[in-house]
């Protein structure tokens, strides 16, 4: 089950949540990351564990990295945060 992490999100005026500050990229560039990763298998995006900073927005991510994406694209994450997937 996907969740949120409270101490990133912040409930919006409008009954919704949403991400504060320099997130929002932080967030999108790390889903381009991921995505990057796991098609190049072997190569990474940067030193920063791309996994790792989704993991810091979501809780109930599945444990591998492939499944941890489709996880968040069957949740819609994916396409909201990452302009091209609009």
Same mark, same amino acid.
């Given at each position: 089950?996907?969740?949120?992490?409270?101490?990133?999100?912040?409930?919006?005026?409008?009954?919704?949540?949403?991400?504060?500050?320099?997130?929002?990229?932080?967030? !999108?560039? #790390?889903?381009?990351? %991921? /995505?990057?990763?796991?098609?190049?298998?072997?190569?990474?995006? =940067? *030193?920063?564990?791309?996994?790792?900073?989704?993991?810091?927005?979501?809780?109930?991510?599945?444990?591998?990295? !492939?499944? #941890?994406?489709?996880? %968040? /694209?069957?949740?819609?994450?994916?396409?909201?945060?990452?302009? =091209? *997937?609009?």
């Amino acid at each position: 089950m996907l969740e949120l992490n409270g101490e990133r999100w912040v409930a919006g005026e409008e009954g919704g949540y949403m991400l504060d500050g320099m997130d929002n990229m932080r967030l !999108a560039t #790390a889903l381009i990351g %991921l /995505e990057f990763e796991i098609k190049n298998h072997p190569m990474k995006m =940067s *030193r920063i564990s791309a996994f790792g900073v989704v993991k810091e927005y979501f809780y109930g991510l599945k444990r591998t990295k !492939a499944g #941890a994406f489709k996880q %968040l /694209e069957e949740a819609g994450i994916v396409k909201h945060f990452v302009p =091209s *997937r609009k």
